[in-house]
């Protein structure tokens, strides 16, 4: 028998192992039932049983940790919603410590759109950024656009993500003291010709030739009989 000091006290009868115990305030506990003689030890029970839980729940624990998560998507034209609940999967994973793989799926005419699966993973990634990094970056197999990431904590305060647009440039070289160039005026439109106006002589027939009328549209005299 083991005495609660981890001490060996040899071999004592059962009712003399059990007094022992009740005196400490312990447990008299068979650890090797099938021993000859079967040995016994005095212990805390309780407190031996509750260390052996957490054990085991740190080692179910480290086992979870670092399988690689499967999030497949079947089409680019998901919706807002159902993509914002792969996204929270994805991201209670990655808090996990797996990494996690995207599976975007083209159909039939959809391979024509390759550039929309590609904006739909830069979303992906922009709001996974403060827990994840690209592990391998957007890529086709086949029919199948895949995506993965790997688990990375950063500070909200500093962290950036990758995709940001950046500041827009100067082009017109204020900072290094260049004037833009100057722009020359355009010239000013010629206004219409007008027309001349008719001359009274065209307005009316002259009385030395009533026979003869004057054509005012095209200028010119024509004979007419009356």
Known sequence: ???DKEEQVGVVSTSEALKMAREAGLDLVEVAPTARPPVCRIMDYGKWRYQQQK?????RA?????????????????GQHDLDIKINHAREF?????????????KGREMAH??????????IKQELFLVSKVERDAKMEGKRMTLVLQPDHKNPATARPADAKPEPVQ????????????????PAAAAPAVAPAASAAARHYTASS????????????RGAVA
């Open 171 to 186: 082009r017109t070289g204020s900072s290094l003291n260049i004037p833009p160039r100057p722009v020359a005026p355009r």
């Open 62 to 78: 480290s086992s979870r940790a670092g399988r690689l998560k499967m999030l497949n998507i079947d089409t680019i034209r998901i």
């Open 114 to 123: 390759l550039n929309l699966g590609r904006d739909l993973f830069t979303r």
């Open 1 to 3: 028998m083991i005495n």
């Open 55 to 59: 054990k085991e729940d740190k080692s």
């Open 210 to 221: 009533p026979r003869t009328r004057f054509n005012v549209r095209s200028s010119t005299c």
């Open 94 to 106: 990655l808090k996990e410590g797996n990494k996690v793989q995207f599976t975007l799926r083209f």
